[in-house]
């Protein structure tokens, strides 16, 4: 991507420039966010402007993280990282603003009188005639702030969160605990691979040398690398579920905009995986156990792009959903495969990223739509007695996962946004891991 920006250095304005332009691009995509308003979405400016609007602040979010590269890119990982997630937020909002999203009425959850039971409000309660002055500037608030199918009454309902503080703090614990144990090792393990002078080790009563070893250690480690990024971001949302915990009662008792207590409710901070155990096909596993964070992200980026365009060739009803379906994991594969390119430094010695690498990372997300394609067809031939669907899947995430986890575990690559073991420091016992690049 370096040398792409070097040939159009010439034709472009100066780095520092497009830098200072940030703050008009987002600008521009407050202008969008509130363009979903059902007061201002069909006006006639919004008609006019969203959708050229749309493409030029998502073309501008993709660039995003290449003017702002921190170099050395090895040493400065978390950096990069930090950068990337904002322009993929930022770039997937706008196209959803701009292109797919109709008017949101905002749903919300009402509580009952004795707080122990509730229901969604209808949207139609929203109309354009009944919204206050300040509910614009709380749809600009809410829209930025959520991720649309985690803590957000808009669209589809969402899941609730009905745990007490006390549930949601020993399940923050749990998850801590595991997730930080997992850390501790996947590092150590990297740490092995760098700065062994051990060449061969004993294994099976045979002589393995130290490479090969840290690869049977990167593949076989796989399920454990699955269950900590679970425990990891379910730790991150239990923190703040208890906090929403802890704040909720005293912003709505000294008289906070509703928006505001509404952002603290912990109701809005359910659980983000289903149990890790509980699912019998890839499709079940990864549009219900897994999380679903990303998934409007994806639907806007693979599924309604791909979707269309074979609706514009003809094809079928039937090839339309399968498109879009394989679409939404392509956006996936793009979204897990992007961070390396950031990772990409030739100039340092861990730090060459191969175009080899990236491509197995984005080819591991789209595989799994081709397995979840074909297991209604395999899924029967598998006998109950040994698993069936439970058996496929957990044997088809075993060989196709690897694609991804062996790339993430290399050095200079995603843990490298964590400090090595030896620098740890009595803090990484209370924060999230997810965190602790931020903080510390």
Not at 147 to 158: A, K, L, V
Not at 293 to 299: D, G, K
Request: aromatic share 14%; with cysteine; hydrophobic share 45%.
């Amino acid at each position: 991507m370096s040398g792409i920006w070097n040939n159009f250095v010439g034709l472009m304005p100066d780095k520092s420039i497009l830098q200072h332009s940030t703050k008009y691009f987002f600008f521009l995509s407050l202008v969008l966010s509130a363009w979903t308003h059902p007061k201002y979405y069909h006006s006639r400016l919004a008609r006019c402007l969203r959708v050229p609007l749309s493409l030029i602040s998502a073309t501008w979010w993709l660039c995003y993280p290449f003017l702002f590269l921190v170099e050395p890119r090895e040493t400065k990982v978390s950096a990069n990282i930090g950068n990337f997630a904002w322009t993929y937020v930022m770039m997937t909002k706008c196209l959803d603003w701009g292109l797919f999203s109709g008017p949101q009425h905002r749903r919300r959850y009402v509580r009952s009188s004795d707080d122990s039971a509730g229901a969604w409000e209808a949207a139609e309660k929203n109309l354009k005639d009944r919204l206050p002055p300040s509910s614009l500037i709380d749809q600009v608030l809410l829209q930025l702030t959520s991720m649309r199918g985690s803590q957000f009454p808009w669209g589809h309902f969402s899941k609730l969160n009905h745990n007490s503080l006390g549930c949601d703090m020993l399940k923050f614990l749990i998850c801590h605990i595991y997730s930080l144990t997992v850390l501790a090792g996947l590092l150590y393990m990297e740490k092995l691979s760098t700065t062994s002078t051990i060449q061969s080790f004993v294994f099976l009563g045979r002589n393995v040398s130290l490479p090969t070893l840290v690869f049977m250690a990167r593949f076989m480690s796989t399920p454990i690398l699955l269950t900590g990024l679970c425990a990891s971001f379910e730790a991150m949302n239990s923190a703040l579920a208890v906090l929403a915990h802890l704040t909720h009662p005293l912003l709505c008792r000294l008289g906070f905009p509703d928006v505001i207590c509404e952002f603290a409710d912990p109701v809005y901070y359910p659980p983000l995986f289903e149990n890790v155990f509980a699912f019998n096909s890839l499709s079940e596993f990864w549009g219900k156990t897994w999380h679903q964070l990303f998934r409007r992200s994806f639907v806007v980026l693979g599924a309604f792009p791909l979707g269309g365009m074979t609706r514009a060739l003809g094809f079928s009803t039937q090839a339309q959903k399968m498109a879009g379906f394989v679409g939404a994991f392509m956006a996936s594969g793009f979204m897990h495969a992007y961070p390396f390119f950031l990772m990409a430094d030739p100039t340092t010695s861990h730090g060459n990223v191969s175009r080899l690498e990236i491509f197995c990372v984005f080819l591991c997300f789209v595989v799994q739509s081709l397995g979840a394609l074909i297991e209604p067809i395999l899924i029967p031939l598998i006998p109950k007695r040994l698993g069936g669907g439970r058996l496929w899947t957990i044997s088809f995430l075993l060989l196709t996962l690897p694609l991804f986890s062996m790339a993430t575990n290399k050095p200079a690559r995603l843990f490298s946004i964590f400090k090595p073991l030896d620098e740890w420091s009595i803090h990484y016992l209370f924060l999230p891991a997810v965190l602790t690049p931020i903080v510390l």
